[in-house]
């Protein structure tokens, strides 16, 4: 386990930013575009608008090498890192791997998506192939959510994520639930990532999650606070990478799939504009969360969602925390020096008033990464939006 998380901090070091100042290195959050430029539509100026939408992660449905092959010669153009696929790394996946291990935009290779309870012994011998002649990169396969048929998961879901990283070894733990629907949010959603935040933190791995960024039959076209509401609850319990489901608007079928940010001709949407803006918004906290550890997530509310814990005691120096009745996630983190407390609106009907209290003076980190004091002189009221955020910082 030690060299995937070696591994890890390599690659996270990789993704530092250039032309930082010399005293103090500015990180990037991993953020991946699923479902990325299609084979026909690969070139450097799509990777371009790639990069230019906020992505430093991608990974697109390639069938041939060649192609797969100029996706990492862009990304390296672009600053983009690649999540390897095609038709010759499963016919041969030691000669492909040779290929292309040491090419400086390969971030890993990927496995698939969902698999069965059952598939995992092919995915780790899969793994283990390439693994054996490129060790320093990722192996990547994207989890159910805890709502799968039993007959999927094979077991209970813990049980399910546990097996996964028993036999496949992953070096990181990425999973899909989209909680935004169209009657509601999924009350399930915060269960999952108690789930996969603690198995991922007991074998020492890393996790990702998502958000939804396409729209399909029973969920909406998204909103800022849609996407701030899943990204920042996913960032509140530990995610160290975040991807969108999708970039690109796959062909309709099964799932009527609808307005993604690049649509069916290759034209940018209104929800581009809006994962770019929020793209922008999440690197500008990045320092926050990269790296973090999670100390503890609780949850306010005249109910909490289940599989949850309730806030009673309050975390040193908060001394007063009155979500008057409203649903938000609490999170400590502590990263850099600093401990974090994280406040997130469960809801995205209504936005709330809440009051708090430090014993000392704190800071607040606005959306810009700015942070501003606030006194420690009685209770403070501050309003939190739908689906938003707020962060406090002491040393």
């Known amino acids: 386990m030690s060299k995937h998380i070696w591994t890890m901090a390599a690659l996270a070091a990789a993704l530092l930013l250039a032309g930082c100042t010399a005293k103090k290195e500015k990180v990037e959050l991993p953020i991946l575009a699923w479902y990325s430029i299609p084979e026909e539509n690969i070139s450097l100026e799509r990777f371009q608008e790639l990069k230019e939408a906020g992505f430093n992660v991608n ?78 990169h990722v192996i990547y396969v994207n989890l159910f959510p805890n709502y799968a048929p039993d007959e999927v998961l094979g077991s209970t879901y813990p049980e399910h994520v546990r097996k996964y990283i028993e036999e496949v070894r992953p070096p990181l733990v990425s999973f899909d639930f989209y909680p935004v629907t169209e009657d509601g949010i999924r009350e399930r959603w915060w269960e999952n990532l108690e789930v ?87 690197q500008a906290r990045a320092d926050i969360f990269v790296g973090d550890k999670v100390l503890q997530v609780r949850h306010t509310g005249e109910t909490v969602p289940p599989g949850v814990t309730p806030l009673t005691d309050l975390p040193e120096p908060l001394t007063a925390l009155d979500t008057h009745g409203k649903g938000a996630v609490v999170s400590l983190l502590e990263n850099g020096g600093f401990r974090y407390l994280m406040l997130v609106n469960r809801s995205l009907d209504e936005g709330f008033d809440y009051d708090i209290a430090f014993a000392r003076k704190v800071e607040r980190v606005g959306r810009d990464g700015k942070a501003f004091k606030v006194p420690a002189k009685g209770t403070q009221t501050f309003h939190l939006e739908e689906g938003d955020c707020a962060i406090f910082r002491w040393k």
């Open 59 to 136: 990974l697109s449905s390639v069938g041939s090498f060649d192609k797969a092959l100029a996706s990492l010669d862009y990304g390296e153009q672009t600053g983009v890192k690649i999540v390897f696929s095609c038709h010759d790394m499963w016919e041969d996946p030691e000669g492909t791997a040779a290929k292309v291990k040491d090419h400086p935009a390969l971030f890993g290779y990927s496995l698939g998506d969902e698999p069965n309870n059952a598939r995992f012994p092919v995915l780790a011998d899969m793994a283990d192939r390439l693994r054996s002649v490129d060790p320093d």
């Open 196 to 282: 996969i935040s603690r198995e991922s933190a007991a074998a020492g791995l890393p996790f990702w999650a998502f958000a939804l960024s396409t729209s399909h039959k029973p969920y909406p076209i998204p909103t800022m606070a849609s996407l701030r509401l899943q990204f920042y609850t996913d960032l509140a319990y530990g995610a160290q990478g975040l991807q969108y489901f999708t970039y690109w608007n796959p062909v309709p079928g099964t799932w009527d799939f609808h307005d993604a940010p690049i649509d069916l001709d290759g034209n940018r949407t209104p929800v581009y504009d809006l994962v770019k803006a929020m793209n922008a918004e999440l």
